[in-house]
């Protein structure tokens, strides 16, 4: 029997995609304020909570690469499919935002809000550095490479389960302890944080048994998330903790969220907005274009200015629309015609069966 959660595309998860990219987007905007003046913008209440945004991504990435890759057997053309798969999705578009980026900041070089980038080549190829990459959201794309290369390596297995397990039981060995191995590649590698792309995996097996009570899990999810984003933020921890506690207090509320949604749309008591499930669609150029809009548009006219509620309203304004253009030009002319291109190179000789004709499928996350 063909499992559901494979056949089906969820609308749900394309919403949440886009949520969780408008949040970013709301925390980014005022944090690039925030750099050069030293305030939040008064439009932005509660901008800090918009960072919950990417701990929802990690957990859709965990949960979209179970339920993408459940029926697939292990070996090493899966192996070596998934990892091409998720080259093609990700690094094409961003190179072509991180070198406009690049190219923005030899022209306007205060654009980057005295930020200090690590260089060229790891950036273009989300290598682990001691600094973030020049297009500084990216921090989180280095993540989600890493996650993508070691499930690929567990794809070469059939015991997918148990390889999962036994990175867990590292990863949170690591977070009761507070250990972390040397060097930037090895601090992420042992980096609790990795956790919440697990979580979203166990909510993908979860998914398959059934859930009970899908509304009481989504509610407490949605809750419970920009709960302990607050607390978070604004208590103190031991810094080798800190990652462990988001993954517990953020990323196990965002795998209520996933799993609750998942399940309320299998059973027809959901129901998406067109609107929000197209912005799911474009919520990986969204999630790449904001920062730079940002940081470009305030060290423009705020520079050495301050802020002011004329100021707030006009940075928050512009942002957001300037933004918003910007991703539907680069979506429209970039994104979608290498999404095109990378089906057809990763059809070819593909003995996979295509769906039948109107059949809706499931995507990886960005």
């Not at 030899?106 to 600094?131: E, F, H, K, N």
């Not at 989600?144 to 990863?171: D, I, N, P, Q, S």
């Not at 919520?283 to 423009?300: D, E, F, G, Q, W």
Request: proline fraction near 5%; charged fraction near 10%; charge should be positive.
């Amino acid at each position: 029997m063909t499992n559901p959660s494979v056949q089906n595309r969820y609308s749900s998860l394309q919403a949440l995609r886009g949520l969780a990219a408008l949040a970013v987007v709301y925390h980014n905007t005022n944090f690039a304020q925030f750099e050069l003046t030293g305030a939040n913008n008064r439009f932005l209440p509660g901008a800090s909570l918009g960072e919950l945004g990417v701990d929802l991504f990690f957990v859709l990435s965990g949960f979209l690469m179970v339920s993408t890759t459940s029926s697939q057997a292990g070996g090493l053309k899966a192996a070596g499919r998934f990892i091409a798969s998720r080259a093609l999705r990700i690094y094409p578009l961003y190179w072509i935002m991180a070198l406009i980026w690049a190219a923005t900041l030899i022209l306007a070089p205060y654009a980057a809000l005295g930020r200090q980038g690590a260089d060229l080549v790891s950036s273009l190829l989300l290598i682990p550095a001691a600094a973030t990459p020049q297009l500084t959201q990216a921090w989180s794309l280095v993540f989600e490479v890493f996650f993508y290369l070691v499930f690929g390596l567990m794809m070469l297995t059939r015991h997918r389960k148990a390889a999962l397990a036994g990175w867990a039981l590292w990863l949170g060995g690591c977070a009761l302890t507070g250990f972390r191995l040397p060097t930037a590649a090895g601090h992420l590698a042992s980096n609790p944080l990795a956790l919440e792309f697990l979580i979203g995996c166990g909510s993908a097996y979860l998914s398959q048994r059934g859930i009970r009570h899908p509304r009481i899990l989504l509610v407490c999810g949605l809750c419970l998330a920009p709960a302990g984003e607050y607390l978070r933020t604004r208590l103190s921890f031991d810094a080798n903790l800190a990652e462990g506690l988001r993954a517990l207090m953020v990323g196990v509320p965002a795998g209520a969220i996933v799993l609750g949604a998942v399940a309320m749309e299998r059973a027809g008591r959901l129901r998406i907005p067109g609107w929000l499930e197209a912005l799911g669609d474009r919520s990986y150029v969204l999630y790449l274009v904001n920062n730079p809009v940002a940081c470009l548009i305030a060290a423009t006219f705020m520079t050495g200015l301050g802020a002011s509620p004329l100021r707030d309203v006009a940075l928050a304004v512009g942002v957001f629309a300037l933004t918003f253009v910007a991703m539907e030009l680069l979506h429209l002319h970039a994104e979608r015609p290498l999404l095109a291109m990378a089906r057809r190179r990763l059809s070819h000789g593909s003995t996979v069966r295509a769906p039948a004709p109107g059949a809706r499928v499931l995507r990886p996350a960005a």
